[in-house]
């Protein structure tokens, strides 16, 4: 399964993969389901401190996040923590608010049953299940020349940060995509060959999408073509 904390090397793709897994349990659900699933996903978002798993922060913030009253608040809060989403780690006291940790496990536990629904490659990649192919990564001969990002466009600056986390990698199989548009959210991007396309929609979509989103947080999906 996921790791329970998604911190240190890929984080941020088991970041977005954990609010993906909260969003799709909440729409399953009903409309009081996904608005508080909704809340907390905000709450989250703005406040919480994955490394320490730590939220920190008073009713009155909370209220004004949620544009809600403190009573809301309240109702809220005590409803995630009967889910077991939130768990008290200090009691708030005169000038201290309340410290929460997040029971990341116990949130993976329940929005497993829809891990299907959003795909195959997603519900392999929660539960940890290594993703089967014959295809190994093709070595590179010499060092691996730099993109040029002269252009500054989000493509080039994406490629500028995937060179720099694994070359070999990159110069395999993202040196070789081109960028054909962007779209709103989405970037298309072109490759090779059918055989390309479709190792890197399978096994790199979403470190490509994580490099893209690093230069351009606008970009919410990217599209491999021929």
């Given at each position: 399964?996921?790791?329970?904390?998604?911190?240190g090397?890929g984080?941020?793709?088991?970041?977005?993969?954990?609010?993906?897994?909260?969003?799709?349990?909440?729409?399953?659900?009903?409309?009081h389901e996904?608005?508080?699933?909704?809340?907390?996903?905000?709450?989250?978002?703005?406040r919480?401190?994955?490394?320490?798993d730590?939220?920190?922060?008073?009713?009155?913030?909370?209220?004004?996040l949620?544009?809600?009253?403190?009573?809301?608040?309240k109702?809220?809060?005590a409803?995630?923590r009967?889910?077991?989403?939130?768990v008290?780690?200090?009691?708030?006291?005169?000038?201290?608010?309340?410290?929460?940790?997040?029971?990341?496990?116990?949130i993976?536990d329940?929005?497993?049953?829809?891990?299907?629904?959003?795909?195959?490659?997603?519900?392999?990649?929660?539960?940890?299940?290594?993703?089967?192919?014959?295809?190994?990564?093709?070595?590179?001969?010499g060092k691996?020349?730099?993109?040029?990002?002269?252009?500054?466009?989000?493509?080039s600056?994406?490629?500028?940060?995937?060179h720099?986390?694994?070359?070999?990698?990159?110069?395999?199989?993202?040196?070789?995509?081109?960028?054909?548009?962007?779209?709103?959210?989405?970037?298309?991007?072109?490759?090779?060959?059918?055989?390309h396309?479709?190792?890197v929609?399978?096994?790199?979509?979403?470190?490509?999408?994580?490099?893209?989103?690093?230069?351009?947080?606008?970009?919410?999906?990217?599209?491999?073509?021929?």
């Amino acid at each position: 399964m996921l790791s329970p904390k998604p911190v240190g090397r890929g984080a941020a793709a088991r970041k977005y993969d954990f609010i993906t897994a909260i969003g799709a349990h909440a729409l399953s659900k009903g409309k009081h389901e996904q608005r508080l699933a909704l809340r907390f996903l905000t709450l989250v978002t703005a406040r919480y401190n994955w490394a320490r798993d730590d939220l920190s922060v008073g009713q009155h913030e909370i209220a004004n996040l949620w544009s809600v009253d403190t009573r809301t608040v309240k109702r809220e809060m005590a409803k995630l923590r009967a889910l077991g989403w939130l768990v008290v780690r200090r009691q708030g006291a005169r000038g201290r608010v309340t410290q929460y940790g997040i029971d990341i496990q116990r949130i993976l536990d329940d929005t497993k049953p829809i891990w299907p629904s959003v795909g195959p490659d997603f519900d392999l990649r929660m539960s940890g299940a290594p993703e089967t192919s014959d295809v190994v990564p093709l070595p590179v001969r010499g060092k691996v020349t730099p993109p040029d990002i002269s252009d500054a466009t989000e493509w080039s600056l994406a490629q500028g940060l995937l060179h720099a986390e694994d070359p070999g990698l990159y110069g395999s199989w993202l040196r070789a995509l081109t960028r054909v548009e962007r779209a709103g959210g989405r970037l298309t991007l072109r490759a090779p060959s059918r055989f390309h396309g479709a190792y890197v929609q399978t096994h790199l979509a979403a470190r490509v999408l994580v490099a893209c989103r690093a230069v351009d947080s606008d970009i919410s999906e990217i599209r491999i073509t021929l």
